[in-house]
Each structure stands twice: as structure tokens, then as C-alpha cells.
């Protein structure tokens, strides 16, 4: 039996309508047309299309302009999690459940640390100082996972800034989290070449990729395998 390492819970399930705009959709509750939060600036190849069935969270804050946010999409057999909100939390419970092993037997692990003119997701300190980026991949080709799905010129920045970090004293890593079935990973050059150039030039420097293949059930979140 699988063990879950993150939970997930959503509220309601609807049908998928439209897009508005990258952060807008049109879906349909019980036949009421509703407007729900994207949260994942990509563009969503193959898994939003009009009456799927996406699964929501239901947010009842004022402030919001909508009530709803959608976490997860059935594409086929799979429930695809598209809410990069949990990309974060999910990297920190694969480190803290020892699914990604460092050196030292004690982590300190910082969120948000600067270096240069970015923000990494984290900083894990043992016997070495690794600075480590999380990136979500959803579009998938053939069992070939494929990111990004959308230009990215932050995630080439990213990727170049990585490799500075090493002459810095830092071990540099990428987790990229998978969020469909895959047996490969691959830099999509196809939708954005700059970053297919500097993430082939990062490995030749060093810096690390780590390519997690993870399942959501529309509760919990499943670490399945790791792509070498």
C-alpha cells in the first residue's frame, strides 16, 4: 500500500467551461456557471479543455474575487494536481520524509532565500549548503515529461543562477516535480529554447536535477517513483 506525504483535501467537483484569461476560468457547479482561481501560470496543454471535470477548493474570503480554486483536473485515469500553491509543501515533505537523502542526519531547511536576483524555494543545511528550486511539470508527451509548458524567462534566470551559486559554496538542485505518469524527463525546447540551453549548460556546471514522479487521488499526494 502507498503512503501518502501531503494531503490535499478538496470541496466540490465541476465541469471545466473555459479560460478566461491565465488566471480565470469559467466551470460549472450543479449547471450554475462560477469563476474559479487558476493557480499555475501555464498554459494547461490537454488538461484544461472544455467539460472536463476539475476538482475545487472552496474559499469563502471577501478579498478574493473568486470563491473558488481549482487543484486537481481528470484527464483519463489520473487526477492531475495544477495548483502550484502545494508545489512547495509537497518538495518539503519528500526532503523531511527522507525521500531525497543529504549527508548530515540534521536539516535546517529555510524557505525563500535570496541569492542574487532571486528567490529560491529553499535552502537545506547539513554538512553542506544547498540551494534548491522546485518546479511543477504537468504536460506530458509520449511518457516524456516536458517543462515548461509556457515560456519562462524567470526559469532560465533560475537556471543561470543556479550554476553562479556554485562558485558561492552552494550544491545547487532542481526538484522537478511530475504530476502525471512519466518514464523520462525533458527540457521543452520546442516552447522555449533559452531555457533548454541553460538547463543542459547548469548540468555540464553542476548543478543537480532531481525528476519526482508523484500521483494525487484528489485527497492525498503519493510520491511514485524517481526518474534517474
Do not use: W
Request: positive net charge.
Amino acid at each position: 500500500m502507498k503512503t501518502p506525504i501531503f494531503e490535499i483535501k478538496t470541496d466540490l467537483e465541476a465541469t471545466f467551461i473555459e479560460r478566461q484569461n491565465k488566471f480565470l476560468a469559467t466551470v460549472s457547479i450543479e449547471g450554475n456557471n462560477a469563476l474559479a482561481h487558476i493557480h499555475d501560470p501555464g498554459r494547461l496543454e490537454g488538461i484544461l479543455e472544455k467539460g472536463r471535470t476539475v476538482l475545487l477548493k472552496v474559499f469563502e474570503n471577501p478579498l478574493r474575487k473568486t470563491g473558488y480554486e481549482i487543484v486537481g483536473a481528470k484527464v483519463d485515469k489520473e487526477i492531475v494536481l495544477i495548483n502550484s500553491r502545494y508545489h512547495n509543501d509537497i518538495a518539503e515533505a519528500l526532503i523531511r520524509r527522507g525521500v531525497v537523502k543529504f549527508r548530515g542526519s540534521y536539516l535546517q531547511i529555510k524557505r525563500e532565500v535570496k541569492f542574487e536576483n532571486s528567490r529560491f524555494d529553499f535552502m537545506v543545511e547539513d554538512k553542506e549548503k544547498y540551494l534548491i528550486e522546485v518546479k511543477g511539470c504537468v504536460l506530458v508527451k509520449n511518457g516524456v515529461a516536458l517543462f515548461p509548458d509556457a515560456p519562462t524567462k524567470r526559469g532560465t534566470r533560475h537556471m543561470l543562477e543556479l550554476a553562479q551559486s556554485i562558485n558561492f559554496g552552494f550544491k545547487p538542485i532542481v526538484f522537478i516535480l511530475i504530476f502525471r505518469n512519466a518514464y523520462e524527463f525533458k527540457p521543452n525546447g520546442e516552447i522555449d529554447k533559452e531555457f533548454e540551453k541553460n538547463f543542459y549548460n547548469a548540468l555540464l556546471q553542476g548543478v543537480e536535477v532531481r525528476k519526482f514522479v508523484l500521483s494525487y487521488d484528489g485527497r492525498y499526494v503519493y510520491f511514485e517513483k524517481e526518474i534517474p
